[in-house]
């Protein structure tokens, strides 16, 4: 069973960064790709990034491309966002949750979310 627990989320200015942490309490992480979303208020929850179960390949929104960096270490069964030059858009809610097949992009590929963690960049 997968377990996931986000961290890393918080407060900062525009052109900063953040490192998001995604960890895996289960023994079944490096069975699967793993993705991070958002949601903001108000809006519907959209794809972020995916990366496969080797780390070999690695999908991103336009939106955060050349931005946004996922990795993960299947020995620490973590999966990380690091963001940067983040900007106002990008405050939202953020969730991981692992890719069970299918296109990478839409919720419905996903499965065991985590119960995220705010980001909010002040301008």
């Known amino acids: 069973q997968v377990q996931l627990v986000e961290s890393g989320g918080g407060l900062v200015q525009a052109g900063g960064s953040l490192r998001l942490s995604c960890a895996d309490s289960g023994r079944t992480f490096s069975s699967y790709g793993m993705g991070w979303f958002r949601q903001a208020p108000g809006k519907e929850r959209e794809f972020v990034a995916m990366?496969?179960?080797?780390?070999?390949?690695?999908f991103y929104a336009d939106s955060v491309k050349g931005r946004f960096t996922i990795s993960r270490d299947n020995a620490k069964n973590t999966v990380y966002l690091q963001m940067n030059s983040l900007k106002p858009e990008d405050t939202a809610v953020y969730y991981c949750?692992?890719?069970?097949?299918?296109?990478?992009?839409?919720?419905?590929?996903?499965?065991?979310w985590g119960q995220g963690t705010q980001v909010t960049v002040s301008s």
């Open positions: 949750a692992a890719h069970v097949g299918g296109s990478v992009y839409p919720t419905g590929s996903y499965q065991y």
């Open positions: 990366i496969s179960r080797s780390g070999g390949n690695a």
